[in-house]
C-alpha cells in the first residue's frame, strides 16, 4: 500500500508569493495533520483535519491556512511568504491517532 | 506549558556499543508518547508509540520505555544503519492528536 504522499518535494518562491503544497492519506485514513519542521528542530505542529473539519491549529498566523477534500486529500496554504517560511513541511496521516505516518514532505526554500 | 526535551543532542557509538536516548516531557495529561526515526531529508518514520508508565515496545536493537515523567529510546548493540535522528513526541489529552516534538538526538554509529 502507498503510503502518505506529498507533491511537490521541492519548491523554490519568491517572497511576497503564494504556495500551495498537497497531501494524499493513506488509503482509510481519516485524519490529515500538517507540520513545519525547520532545519536542526523538531516538527511544530500547524493543522489537524478529520473528515474535512479543522480539528485542531498550532500557533501559526493567519497566512497559513488548510483544507480537507472530500476523499481526504488536502492541501497547505501560505500566503505572502516570508523568508521564515523555509522549511520541510510534512504531512501525516492516521485511522485512529495511536499511529501517525508521516509523508516525505515537501521542501520549501524562500527567497 | 507541554514540552518535550531529548538528551543528548547528539552521540557517537560503535558499532556494538550500546546506549540510551532519552526523552523527558510535561504534559497536561499524557495520551500517548510517539518515537521517530528521521534520516537527513526524509520525513519521520513511525518507530512506536506508548500510553502508559511502565510500558515497554520492542522492534529488532530498539526498546523503548515510558515512565511519569520521561521515556528511553535503548539501542542494543547498534549498526552504522542505526545512524539517524530519532525523535520524541508527545500526544496531550486536551490537543487532540497534535504531537509536540523534542528537538531530537542525532545518533552516529560507526564501524
Known amino acids: 500500500d502507498a503510503g502518505v504522499t506529498q507533491s511537490p518535494t521541492h519548491l523554490i518562491k519568491t517572497r511576497g508569493q503564494h504556495v500551495t503544497l498537497r497531501c494524499s492519506p493513506i488509503?482509510?485514513?481519516?485524519?490529515v495533520s500538517w507540520y513545519q519542521q525547520v532545519l536542526g528542530q523538531g516538527p511544530q505542529f500547524i493543522f489537524q483535519?478529520?473528515?474535512?473539519?479543522?480539528?485542531g491549529r498550532g500557533n501559526f498566523p493567519d497566512r497559513f491556512s488548510a483544507r480537507q477534500f472530500p476523499n481526504y486529500s488536502s492541501e497547505l496554504n501560505v500566503n505572502a511568504l516570508l523568508l521564515g517560511d523555509s522549511a520541510l513541511y510534512l504531512c501525516?496521516?492516521?485511522?485512529?491517532?495511536?499511529?501517525?505516518?508521516f509523508g516525505e514532505g515537501s521542501w520549501l526554500t524562500v527567497v | 506549558e507541554d514540552q518535550v526535551t531529548q538528551s543528548p543532542e547528539a552521540l557517537r557509538l560503535q558499532e556494538g556499543e550500546s546506549s540510551s536516548l532519552n526523552c523527558s516531557y510535561t504534559?497536561?495529561?499524557?495520551?500517548?508518547l510517539f518515537w521517530y526515526r528521521q534520516d537527513p531529508g526524509k520525513g519521520p518514520e513511525f518507530l512506536f508509540t506508548?500510553?502508559?508508565a511502565g510500558e515497554e515496545k520492542e522492534k529488532e536493537r530498539l526498546k523503548a520505555t515510558l515512565t511519569k515523567k520521561e521515556s528511553f529510546l535503548h539501542i542494543t548493540a547498534p549498526k552504522p544503519e542505526d545512524s539517524a535522528t530519532y525523535l520524541c513526541?508527545?500526544?496531550?489529552?486536551?490537543?487532540?492528536?497534535?504531537?509536540?516534538f523534542g528537538k531530537g538526538t542525532t545518533l552516529s554509529v560507526s564501524s
Open positions: 506508548l500510553y502508559s
Open positions: 488509503s482509510g485514513h481519516k485524519s
Open positions: 504534559v497536561s495529561g499524557l495520551r500517548g
Open positions: 501525516a496521516s492516521s485511522l485512529d491517532g495511536n499511529t501517525i505516518y
Open positions: 483535519y478529520y473528515e474535512k473539519e479543522e480539528r
Open positions: 513526541a508527545v500526544q496531550a489529552n486536551q490537543a487532540g492528536t497534535a504531537l509536540i
